[in-house]
């Protein structure tokens, strides 16, 4: 095999935690200029492997190889050296830091003189171009606080840039990015790709992999499945071989008869903003929230939860007013938000499954003490049976799932607590596609069951997929009520982007 062939290859990988395998004799190599797509089921292993390559794990058996020679990566720093940059699934800049400081953070660029003073113009112009490179115009004095998400990830990539990486690492780069940040994202791995630069890229989105990849590998429980050209593989076999079967149907939708008010918003105002929302949700249809991401959805959920104060306005629950000034109350009004951020509101890390599943209703159970909290526990560890959360184990740290998995335990959580109202944002992001169904059949029977379902989604196949009427809200404002007959693509894109 020639030498210019291969950028990196791995062989023969092993890794486990505390004795459980998780990647078994993975082989993969890394073409340069390629883009390598890795795809699987939530806790395949994706993660773990690429955090093989970058350092951040060290691997039990096997062999590295980096332009047909063996190397050891024990550390970020090796990777670094030899040019492999990674963007994680969680971000890594500092928001206090401005734009260039972070990209050279621990690695400033000094002086020549006899003091080594920070050489800021060199770094700054240096960030410049890098930034150039990634289509961004961005002042490299910017604070990173005051960036969206989208344009943070585009630093990291720029930040990437500056090191001169020949491999750029991105595992679910795209997962909480609008629409127009995903297409400058796209486009720009087709540049470093163009530039010569090898990119693995993991994502649970299967028509993103299907435009950008060049070639896919598939694993399945540790194990690799195959690695094939994309051009050789429909979406059908993708899922078939990372799940192991044919998918029948990606949106169960189940018919159900049209029930009572179950959340009635009136004039809410929130901080801040001018505008007011009103609305109202019904047993037995699932109602749709959607909007460009910024159209201010997740803080009018946030607002009715009591997350954030609102100006004014009403919220009734089955027709009762509330009075909501805390997310407590909120609970103890039959309220649930399964919110579109795991890691900071969703999820304690360092607390075990089981206590993660179980505040939210311990909480509300505590009063009247309708449930015993081992029933409710019972109830939380069916959830988890059904959700298929791999591992299951209740006693387990949160951070010790993969990134999916933590976030069905977030569903799990508030599906145990038994709510009337439930909000869900964003509830399938980072969801394989297999388990995505599951969360479906389980919001039906929600459903089925009385319970009043409102999903803030920015995939809009979901919301076609499984909602009865779709709201689309633009710059705070709701505007447009559509019934599932009348919702199409292009009704809800005009009216998420102001009638334009
Ligand atoms: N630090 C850890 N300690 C124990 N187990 C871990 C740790 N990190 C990962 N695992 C386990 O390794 C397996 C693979 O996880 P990994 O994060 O690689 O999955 P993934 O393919 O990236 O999934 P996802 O699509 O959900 O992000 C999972 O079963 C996970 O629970
Ligand atoms: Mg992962």
Same mark, same amino acid.
């Given at each position: 095999?020639?030498?210019?062939?291969?950028?990196?290859?791995?062989?023969?990988i092993?890794?486990?935690?505390?004795?459980?395998?998780?990647?078994?004799?993975?082989?993969?190599?890394?073409? @340069?200029?390629?883009?390598?797509?890795?795809?699987?089921?939530?806790?395949?292993?994706?993660?773990?492997?690429?955090?093989?390559?970058?350092?951040?794990?060290?691997?039990?058996?096997?062999?590295?190889?980096?332009?047909?020679?063996?190397?050891?990566?024990?550390g @970020?720093?090796?990777?670094?050296n030899l040019?492999?940059?990674?963007?994680?699934?969680?971000l890594?800049?500092?928001?206090?830091?401005?734009?260039?400081?972070?990209?050279?953070?621990?690695?400033?660029?000094?002086?020549?003189?006899?003091?080594?003073?920070?050489?800021?113009?060199?770094?700054?112009?240096?960030?410049?171009?890098?930034?150039?490179l990634?289509g961004?115009?961005?002042?490299?004095?910017?604070?990173?606080?005051?960036?969206?998400?989208?344009?943070?990830?585009?630093?990291?990539?720029?930040?990437?840039?500056?090191?001169?990486?020949?491999?750029?690492?991105?595992?679910?780069?795209?997962?909480?990015?609008?629409?127009?940040?995903?297409?400058?994202?796209?486009?720009t791995?087709?540049?470093?790709?163009?530039?010569?630069?090898?990119?693995?890229y993991i994502?649970?989105?299967?028509?993103?992999?299907?435009?950008?990849?060049?070639?896919?590998?598939?694993?399945?429980?540790?194990?690799k499945?195959?690695?094939?050209?994309?051009?050789?593989?429909?979406?059908?076999?993708?899922?078939?071989?990372?799940?192991?079967?044919?998918?029948?149907?990606?949106?169960?939708?189940?018919n159900?008869?049209?029930?009572?008010?179950?959340?009635?918003v009136?004039?809410?105002?929130?901080?801040?903003?001018?505008?007011?929302?009103?609305f109202?949700?019904?047993?037995g249809?699932?109602?749709?929230?959607?909007g460009?991401v910024?159209?201010?959805?997740?803080?009018?959920?946030?607002?009715?939860?009591?997350?954030?104060?609102?100006?004014?306005?009403?919220?009734?629950?089955?027709?009762?007013?509330?009075?909501?000034?805390?997310?407590?109350?909120?609970?103890?009004?039959?309220?649930?938000?399964?919110?579109?951020?795991?890691?900071?509101?969703?999820?304690?890390?360092?607390?075990?499954?089981e206590?993660?599943?179980?505040?939210?209703?311990?909480?509300?159970?505590?009063k009247?003490?309708?449930?015993e909290?081992?029933?409710?526990k019972k109830?939380?560890e069916n959830?988890i049976k059904?959700?298929?959360?791999?591992?299951?184990?209740?006693?387990?740290?949160?951070?010790?799932?993969?990134?999916?998995?933590?976030?069905k335990?977030?569903?799990?959580?508030?599906?145990?607590?038994?709510?009337?109202?439930?909000i869900?944002?964003?509830?399938?992001?980072?969801?394989?596609?297999?388990a995505?169904?599951?969360v479906?059949?389980?919001i039906?029977?929600?459903?089925?069951?009385g319970?009043?379902?409102?999903?803030?989604s920015s995939e809009l196949?979901?919301l076609?997929?499984?909602?009865?009427?779709?709201?689309?809200?633009n710059e705070?404002?709701i505007?447009?009520?559509?019934?599932?007959?009348?919702?199409d693509q292009?009704?809800?894109?005009k009216?998420?982007?102001g009638?334009m």
């Open positions: 095999m020639e030498k210019s062939s291969r950028l990196l290859e791995l062989k023969n092993y890794k486990g935690f505390f004795g459980i395998k998780v990647l078994k004799s993975i082989d993969l190599d890394i073409k @340069p200029a390629e883009v390598h797509v890795l795809l699987g089921e939530n806790g395949a292993g994706k993660s773990t492997l690429i955090k093989i390559m970058t350092g951040a794990y060290s691997k039990d058996e096997g062999e590295i190889y980096w332009e047909g020679k063996k190397v050891e990566i024990n @970020p720093s090796d990777a670094m040019g492999i940059a990674t963007i994680y699934q969680e890594n800049l500092i928001p206090e830091l401005t734009v260039y400081e972070n990209m050279f953070l621990g690695r400033e660029i000094k002086s020549n003189g006899r003091f080594s003073l920070l050489n800021r113009r060199e770094m700054k112009k240096k960030a410049v171009e890098c930034l150039k990634v961004q115009d961005i002042s490299p004095d910017q604070k990173v606080s005051l960036l969206g998400i989208g344009k943070q990830q585009l630093v990291e990539i720029a930040k990437a840039l500056t090191m001169n990486a020949k491999l750029i690492i991105m595992d679910e780069p795209t997962a909480s990015l609008s629409e127009s940040e995903v297409e400058q994202l796209l486009q791995v087709e540049e470093l790709r163009k530039r010569g630069i090898a990119i693995v994502s649970h989105k299967l028509e993103e992999l299907k435009r950008i990849g060049d070639r896919i590998t598939i694993l399945r429980d540790g194990s499945v195959e690695t094939l050209p994309v051009k050789e593989v429909s979406t059908d076999q993708m899922i078939k071989l990372m799940v192991g079967r044919d998918l029948d149907e990606k949106y169960p939708k189940e159900f008869m049209l029930g009572d008010e179950g959340l009635r009136e004039k809410l105002r929130l901080k801040g903003s001018k505008n007011e929302i009103s109202t949700a019904y047993q249809q699932i109602l749709g929230i959607s460009l910024g159209a201010g959805r997740t803080e009018v959920a946030r607002g009715i939860f009591g997350v954030d104060l609102i100006e004014s306005g009403k919220v009734y629950v089955f027709g009762q007013e509330t009075n909501i000034k805390s997310p407590k109350d909120a609970i103890n009004a039959g309220l649930a938000f399964i919110t579109e951020d795991r890691k900071s509101e969703g999820l304690i890390l360092d607390q075990s499954l206590f993660n599943m179980t505040i939210a209703s311990l909480e509300r159970f505590k009247g003490l309708l449930i909290p081992a029933q409710m109830k939380a959830y059904e959700l298929q959360v791999r591992p299951g184990d209740i006693g387990k740290h949160a951070r010790k799932l993969s990134g999916g998995n933590q976030q335990v977030v569903i799990a959580k508030w599906l145990a607590t038994e709510a009337k109202v439930f869900f944002d964003e509830p399938t992001r980072g969801i394989d596609v297999g995505k169904v599951e479906y059949r389980l039906n029977s929600l459903v089925q069951n319970a009043v379902v409102i999903i803030i196949p979901e076609l997929g499984i909602c009865d009427r779709i709201l689309v809200m705070g404002e505007t447009a009520d559509l019934l599932r007959e009348e919702a292009e009704k809800i894109m009216a998420a982007t009638g």
